[in-house]
């Protein structure tokens, strides 16, 4: 008798969605076409070219959650990425990410 509530798998068709899913499912799409982070590569606030962390930070600003998502990732001290809009490296926010490579060398370090 339970066997018969649970699905047999096999090659039948897929389920019918209820119109519960089929408005939740709406609901995500609508949302997704209103925050930049889900509707492109979310990768993008991750990445490290400065090119690309520029591009999220500027997709950022159109974001209706701009505000709440910096302060959350201030709150949270985000080690990492783009949030609100600003870059954050080891929990706090910075001017710019900088690219790999080379530190910069100290303009007053003394001259060895
Ligand atoms: S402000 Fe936050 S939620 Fe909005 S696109 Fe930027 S990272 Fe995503």
């Known amino acids: ?8 798998g096999g090659s039948g068709p897929w389920p019918t969605p209820t119109p519960a899913a089929t408005e939740a499912d709406t609901f995500d799409q609508l949302v997704a076409t209103l925050i930049p982070c889900r509707e492109y590569d979310a990768e993008l606030w991750f ?6 962390v520029e591009l999220a ?11 709440g998502c910096l302060a959350g990732a201030v709150d949270r001290q985000e ?3 783009v949030w609100g ?5 080891g929990g706090v926010v910075v001017p710019r990410k900088r690219g790999r490579g080379r530190p910069r060398k100290d303009q007053s370090a003394p001259a060895a």
């Open 79 to 81: 080690p990492w990425g």
């Open 57 to 67: 930070k500027s997709l950022c600003q159109e974001c209706p959650l701009r505000e």
């Open 47 to 52: 990445a490290e070219s400065t090119v690309d």
């Open 85 to 89: 809009g600003e870059v954050f490296v």
């Open 1 to 8: 008798m339970l066997l018969d509530t649970l699905n047999q």
